[in-house]
């Protein structure tokens, strides 16, 4: 026996990839018309997936529809609390065409990817929702190239903590913040952070100091325009307060809870991060800051910035068999009844504008006037199909010029071509 | 230890000196009955593999010669993309992106910017996980195998770290290793572990030498149960000190074990993704080669990826190849090739 | 294997004199030492998760070395199944997952590696290179295809879309392992055995067996552990009825979006972890029987 019938697997592989190749199935669903077209009016019992319900809202609710609808049953299908691992389970299921996904909660940066593969049926016809309630941003990030693909359902927007003990009122502007950091050095303290390790959230914030400075990280035409000058000193903000300090050292080993955690122990004095800091700061047993913070909008030229837009919309899938009772649930998912129930059982952001002004939640979500500065300033994050792709252009490059490792003026040079490349394989 | 040149063709060994002509027609038939047996013992495993490998594999390869789809730009639609040749490949190998239609060196920020640079962070991975955790292994295997009270609870201990699921392992090390976290207080530092390359490999390895060295402990210590007891004994009696008793009765002994175990922690290193994904997400150069398949595959391009895994494949191959050449991890070869060089 | 064989002719106790003693306390102290430090390594940051797990959640990132602000609210939110945390339902399914992949890989790994290591036939080094070649690539990328492939046959949510996949990854190292012991076993006892009647089947099991068992059961405890924390196939493989525990722990969350539930995922694995340890202790004699014990002979 010859010691190189080792290599023979490689020859075993090649012959049977001969057999499989005709087995292989093209993997891109770039037809719309044809399932897209089916279903319209189908009623039945669907399936609605989404991430994990963190406390309990998804359930009560879908218990309230099927008691309304019996014949028309939402079963609801738990992800698991990673997003990644729901985007994963997503594709799979729209690659398999599997008809038992028929809502699903998508995140609003994936929203525009899942349309161009074809996997989301448009809202148009019989499907069609009336946006007239919605906040407008959020309306943007369901739609992509003017066609509305998914139902807005849950947002989020960036706020800025402070601590009222030290600044009596909150800065307005981003240079007027940079100002106040002269007392929380007095104080040896961090003065600013927000999520700045290298991840999904640094882009969130980059895109908010360019957006915030008058910049765009992608024109109306979906082209790049990070090396404009005023997307150039929105990231050159974040690298002048980090080499100077303002932003402390450890910031960039920051994600939500890290930021969270330096605020609540007293070791920051401004803290951009999402509305769900609040009840934590306010009620976790290590939080130190239980009664001296405060929230503002966050800080941008000369009035609020423009924050980047979390959250999740629903969308039917093509491949499902009861559209009709999908729409409708829809529907139910937007109504005022159920956003209030997001809103105050789950710390979820609604996003119908009224609600924002109802004093009612507002005594129980004290965040939602100052949210609803930040939202109506938002901008969401680039609507693309290769937001993957861009997101990681966006974050590799403005890391390195955080850490002062490569000038903003090569970094936004660098994004600027990693973005064109990422639009074209 | 010479292994015996009758075990594993006894049969044929015991007939290997008379005369060749009328056994070689009892050879081949002999042959043929074990080959039958062989192929059925075989069968079920290699079925097996054959579903969940082979078939993955082969579908990889012939995707990874096909175009990711690409957007319509009339529709907004993604359409497929045909045939590509080697075109995915040149992508990572020759690190060529496209950008408007014309061929551009990938810039940093992209997937492709990252392919050589992942190669060496996994080969470098890799090298210091294996030669640690071999040697901490055996240090721990050779305690293990002692006789003495406790040695119940020390087996037990040794396996905790294994037996904690590494997605779990990970978001722990990424707790200990966090800059307000009980690593930083312990030791009274204030290292951004995360934040910056070295402290990022460092604690990505010192997680995985944690999670992975009983593997190879235990599997030394198998290995060394096969040394009967009294070896030792009488080369302890002879005067013989004890590295002398370890390079010339343990190593020997155990290198059958040690080299198979060495082995499959090297293919498993080089496939490293938990871990360096979970307490880095890739930053500061410790992204993996599957972190890249897995971040290719999370932009959609399917295919591309498909010719990315099929290169680690490739590459992951060699080194097998590499390793089976230089150190002879084989584990039938003695035997086998004893037995038919005689039987020829 | 000849030095099973050799002769017991040296009597330690007739050797023993006081140097000899001292040497030896002084060599069972210094194991002492040792074992203590491997303990306290592998041991530590394991104490550290049982800390958090037992920490009350608004004290998560207290970094305080001893059990502080203890509470038992995290391992009862890691039962509680109306949060939707269904991790005792997902013990069950890990420890039937694990079992059979365990017994069916070591089945096929015993047939295969007995094959190897005892048959001649053509194919062995293309067999061999062929299951090695099966741990190189990227686990990863197993995942896709794995998924239609099952959604096709309709597997998705069954126990064996997880078995199947397991057996895969225990089996090239199985055989390996199986393949290295059997040959330094001392076949021409199973010759012996033959010749006092016994068939080939029953010499292999009463012979060959006892004395590979070491080998036998670190595969088996290799075997089930590979299974035990395997999480990317499980996590696209399964569903709620078959969710492992692994998946049942990424599927914790905190009580808002965003907040990382790490006391209750501590608490799980902490767990999740108790069975392993039992497992090792109860089988813990087996991994070092064998050849040591000299009790075949």
Redo the contacts between chains.
Sequence with gaps: ???S??????A??GA??LV??AC?S?????T?TGPAASGLAGRGPITYVQG?????VV?PLVATWNAAHPKEQVTF??????A??Q???L??NF??K?PNYDVMSVDVIWTA?F????WLQPLKGKQALDTSAMLPSTVKTAT??KVMYAAPVTT?GGILYYRKDLVPTPPKTWDEMMGMCTIAKAKKIGCYAGQF???EGLTVNSAEAVNSAGGTILGTDGKATVTSADAKKGLQNLATAYANGNIP??A???K???GR??FE?GKLMFLRN?P?VY??AK?????KVKETFAMAPLPGVTGPGASSLGGHNAAISVYSKNKATAADFLKFLTSTAQQKAFVSQ???APILTALYDDPALAAKSPYLPVLKTSLENAVPRPVT??Y??VS??????A??AI?GE?PVDKAMA??Q????????? | MSTEPQSGTDLESGQAGSPPNPDKGDMVRKEATQGRAASMLIAPSIVVLTIVILYPVVSAVFQSFQKDAGLDSATGLFVAGGFAGIANYTHWILQQCTAGGVSVPCPPGTLGAQFWSSISTTFFFTVVTVILETAIGFGMAVIMARTFRGRGLLRASVLVPWAIPTAVTAKLWFFIFAFEGIANKMFGTSILWTGSENPARAGIIIADVWKTTPFMALLILAGLQIIPADVYEAAKVDGVTAWQRFRHITLPLVKPALLVAVLFRTLDALRMYDLPQIMTGGANNTTTLSILVVQEIRSGNFNSASALSTITFILIFLVALIFVKALGVNAVETTTVSGRGKAK | MTTATATQDTEPGAHVNRKAHNRKRWESRRTYVFAALIAIWCLLPAYWMVVTAFRDVGFTYDATPFFSHVTLDNFRAAFSTDTGNHLARALVNSLIVGIITTFISLMFGIFASYALARLNFRAKYLVLGFILAASMFPGVALVTPLFQLFTDLNWIGTYQALIIPYISFALPLTIYILVSFFREMPWELEEAARIDGCTKSQAFRKIIMPLAAPGVFTTAVLAFITSWNEFLIASQLSNGQTQTVTVAIASFSGSQPHQEPYTAVMAAATIVTIPLVIMVLVFQKQIVAGLTAGAVK
């Design positions: 026996m010859k010691r019938m080792k290599l023979a697997p490689v075993m592989l049977v990839a499989l190749t292989s093209s993997t891109t669903g770039g719309a994990k319900d963190n406390s309990n359930k299908k738990e992800q698991t609390d990673s990644d691992q985007h994963d389970d594709v799979q690659q398999a599997n990817e349309a161009a593969k074809g992509y190239n989020d390790f290298k991840y050292k450890e960039i080993t920051f939500e809870e890290e955690l330096a122990n999402w769900y009840n934590l009620t976790d047993g290590s939080s789950g710390s979820l199909p290769f993957p792709a990681k252009a966006v974050q590799d490059n890391y390195g850490k490569v660098n994004m071509k990693a973005i064109q490349a990422a639009g074209a394989q």
